[in-house]
């Protein structure tokens, strides 16, 4: 069992910067690959970015790429999200997830185990 929660959301202007920080429990983090998703309101949940176990291979949204950088520290069970550059589009309850124990193919989808979201609000 893997448990994860947020941190880190908040009102940031357009053009301004977050990081989210996603904190695990349990001993199994390193093998899982870790996503970020986020919903906005009226939308579907939808992919954002998602690292390796080992952090050193890393896939994104196209509508992130070049201004989100996931990464990690197992050896202290987080991921993070970095948020660059950030757009009132961006507005979003965002959610880590881990994926299937000893999983290592990078997935949009699939994951088992979720946080309880962390509100992003950019504002124009």
């Known amino acids: 069992q893997v448990q994860l929660v947020e941190f880190g959301g908040g009102l940031v202007q357009a053009g301004g910067s977050l990081r989210l920080s996603c904190a695990a429990s349990?001993?199994?983090?390193?093998?899982?690959?870790m996503g970020w998703f986020r919903q906005a309101p009226g939308k579907e949940r939808e992919f954002v970015a998602v690292?390796?176990?080992?952090?050193?291979?890393?896939d994104y949204a196209d509508s992130v790429k070049g201004r989100f950088t996931i990464s990690r520290d197992n050896a202290n069970n987080t991921v993070y999200l970095q948020m660059n550059s950030l757009k009132p589009e961006d507005t979003a309850v965002y959610y880590c997830?881990?994926?299937?124990?000893?999983?290592?193919?990078?997935?949009?989808?699939?994951?088992?185990?979720w946080g309880q979201g962390t509100q992003v609000t950019v504002s124009s």
């Open positions: 997830a881990a994926g299937p124990l000893g999983g290592s193919v990078l997935r949009r989808r699939g994951y088992d185990y």
């Open positions: 349990g001993r199994t983090f390193s093998r899982h690959v």
């Open positions: 690292i390796s176990w080992s952090g050193g291979v890393a």
